[in-house]
């Protein structure tokens, strides 16, 4: 851990973090003398670095996160969770029964809640291609692979490109538990001082919260990570991806993080980990 106030902090280039953080990484906000040194990356090199325990802060996978509890605590500001939000499995061609009919199936990295909740729902779907996130329609399309499960922005472009849904992996996950489903976090070294944790907690949240009361502020650092450049499809990735949940998840939010944990281990896809889930 750096002792210089100068905080590694990565986060995806999807319209969602970009909103979130830029206050945060360009001094919008008084960051009360830190500095936030940013790396962006798709979220499944985040959950790579992660294990690898490589950044101070950073957003993350929950299925990833439950998999480095140990070393990361999760901050109750940032996350990606809510109702009509989950990951999308998507073919060519609807299906009756698709763990007969599909072989192979593209997913935006093994550790990704997208992979988690598709393995919860399509357990016989063994052959699984990881790509990132942003080619999956084109695999699917190209006929490398038989289906996809997509994430981001994806959800909003795969029915332009002829693509057909499946199933809503999210839509499966609320109606069989009842619960949001969590999908991406923001965690910090467990090994930074209590105070240091506490205060990043509560820049983040005033970085959230200065996005929405200037919500045109982050355009052009929004504009210039998408991968989806349409400035509607952006719009409705951060409408969709940041909620209430992202400025504080409150209880609600983590008992459906503890609930997917527990389904997790139940299942043998998690392992047991620290009970002191969240920053105080």
Known sequence: MNTDKTISIGFSPCPNDTFIFD???????????????????????LNQKAFRNELDVTKLSFHAYAQVMNNYQLLTSGSALGNGVGPMFIARKKSINPELEFNSVAIPGKNTTANFLFSIFYPNIKLKKEMIFSAIEDAVLSGETDAGVIIHENRFTYQQKGLTKIADLGDLWEKATGQPIPLGGIAIRRNMSDETKSLINKLVRKSIEFAFANPHESDSYVQQHAQEMDPDVRQNH????????????????KNAIRFLFQKGREAGMLPEGSPDLFVK
Request: zero cysteines; charged letters at 25%.
């Open 238 to 253: 951060i409408n969709l991806y940041v909620n209430d949940y992202s400025i504080e998840l409150g209880e609600k939010g």
């Open 23 to 45: 206050a945060l990484i360009h001094g919008k906000i008084d960051t009360q003398g830190f500095k936030f040194l940013p790396i962006l990356e798709d979220v499944e090199n």
